[in-house]
């Protein structure tokens, strides 16, 4: 059974860098056959993906936040992390991390493991 | 980047009921949509995906359909389990984008 686990901090001042990871069990963030990504979702309101990574360590990026994320990848450890820098209370949310699995026949991606989210709070 | 508009934002129903929720995509996707289900507190969960595939353990009475650019996810008789927050998610292009989501309440 494949399980996700946001740590970080749950407050961070504003203009500082949020840094949170996802260790993740009973799968191996290197294996190759999966992506790696980071969604939020601000208090009450919907779902934005942030990013994701593969195991041979690109990346991609929703470009409304590509100047400020970098996602990275430990697999020594099975984790990765999220990096967002000038953190503003706009980026106030809970943090989810997530496994991206793939279609064989028309590579379309979909998020089939969760973690359980962490919320951040930017406030001074 | 590409829109996904559902419809209701909300809706009140009863247990047995059929309810049906609709993805609207601001352009073509294909069959590139998935659904997912959140309960308060909790993160999504994948219902669907590719259009029509159920996810395991999911339970048959949830469905799914295409017309063209409009996705439909039926629940065919709502247990009350099911009373939850409902969004739809393309991964046709990056950036990957989900519905406003459906809030299906009990009436």
């Known amino acids: 059974q494949v399980q996700l686990q946001e740590s970080g901090p749950g407050l961070v001042k504003p203009s500082q860098t949020l840094s949170l990871t996802c260790t993740v069990s009973?799968?191996?963030?290197?294996?190759?056959?999966?992506?790696w990504s980071w969604i939020r979702q601000p208090p009450g309101k919907g779902l934005e993906w942030i990013g994701y990574?593969?195991?041979?360590?690109?990346?991609y990026y929703t470009p409304s936040l590509k100047s400020r994320v970098t996602i990275s990848l430990d697999k020594s450890k099975n984790q990765f992390s999220l990096k967002l820098t000038s953190m503003t209370a706009a980026d106030t949310a809970v943090y989810y991390c997530?496994?991206?699995?793939?279609?064989?026949?028309?590579?379309?991606?979909?998020?089939?493991?969760w973690g359980q989210g962490t919320l951040v709070t930017v406030s001074s | 980047d590409i829109q996904m508009t559902q419809s209701p934002s909300s809706l009140s129903a009863s247990v047995g009921d059929r309810v049906t929720i609709t993805c609207r995509a601001s352009?073509?996707?294909?069959?590139?949509l998935n659904w997912y289900q959140q309960k308060p507190g909790k993160a999504p969960k994948l219902l669907i995906y590719?259009?029509?595939n159920l996810q395991s353990g999911v339970p048959s009475r949830f469905s799914a359909s295409r017309s063209e650019t409009d996705f439909t996810l039926t629940i065919s008789s709502l247990q009350p389990e099911d009373f939850a927050t409902y969004y739809c998610?393309?991964?046709?292009?990056?950036?990957?984008?989900f519905g406003g989501g459906t809030k299906v309440e009990i009436k």
């Open positions: 590719a259009t029509f």
């Open positions: 997530a496994r991206v699995a793939t279609t064989v026949v028309d590579d379309l991606y979909y998020f089939d493991y």
């Open positions: 990574i593969f195991y041979n360590g690109a990346t």
């Open positions: 998610q393309q991964s046709y292009s990056s950036p990957l984008t």
């Open positions: 009973g799968g191996a963030v290197g294996s190759g056959a999966y992506y």
């Open positions: 352009q073509n996707i294909d069959s590139y």
